[in-house]
């Protein structure tokens, strides 16, 4: 059984990929998910009659699973950007300082649980 699992959510679509430990979960989560940072690129959308930007678009999200009670991921937006986020019920936004990108700022902050 696997310490931890990645759970990937791109349109319609879940796939899980088992990892041993949060360094492992954490490069599968980068992995899967870079790739989507460098080539979204949409449009603004209208749902319900309401106009949605690409930065309030949610185009692919990884969400890490343990071990222990780790919950964390990223969301990748419409226009290329991504947000690193930790918790369960509530998301917390894990802020980024420097030259961080969201991948390393979500590694500085699980590191240091």
């Given at each position: 059984?696997?310490?931890?699992?990645?759970?990937?959510?791109?349109?319609g679509?879940?796939?899980?990929?088992?990892?041993?430990?949060?360094?492992?979960?954490?490069?599968?989560?980068?992995?899967?998910?870079?790739?989507?940072?460098?080539?979204?690129?949409?449009?603004?959308?209208?749902?319900?009659?309401?106009?949605?930007?690409?930065?309030?678009?949610?185009v692919?999200?990884?969400?890490?699973?343990?071990?222990?009670?780790?919950?964390?991921?990223?969301?990748?937006?419409?226009?290329?950007?991504?947000?690193?986020?930790?918790?369960?019920?509530?998301?917390?936004?894990?802020?980024?300082?420097?030259?961080?990108?969201?991948?390393?700022?979500?590694?500085?902050?699980?590191?240091?649980?």
């Amino acid at each position: 059984m696997s310490a931890a699992t990645v759970v990937i959510r791109l349109t319609g679509e879940v796939v899980k990929h088992p990892a041993e430990d949060l360094e492992e979960s954490l490069d599968v989560l980068e992995r899967e998910l870079r790739v989507h940072v460098t080539t979204a690129n949409r449009g603004s959308r209208k749902l319900f009659g309401r106009e949605y930007d690409p930065v309030a678009q949610v185009v692919a999200r990884g969400e890490l699973r343990g071990p222990g009670k780790v919950r964390a991921g990223i969301d990748v937006r419409g226009d290329g950007s991504a947000e690193a986020w930790t918790g369960r019920v509530r998301k917390h936004l894990v802020e980024q300082q420097g030259r961080e990108d969201a991948f390393r700022a979500l590694r500085r902050v699980l590191r240091e649980r």
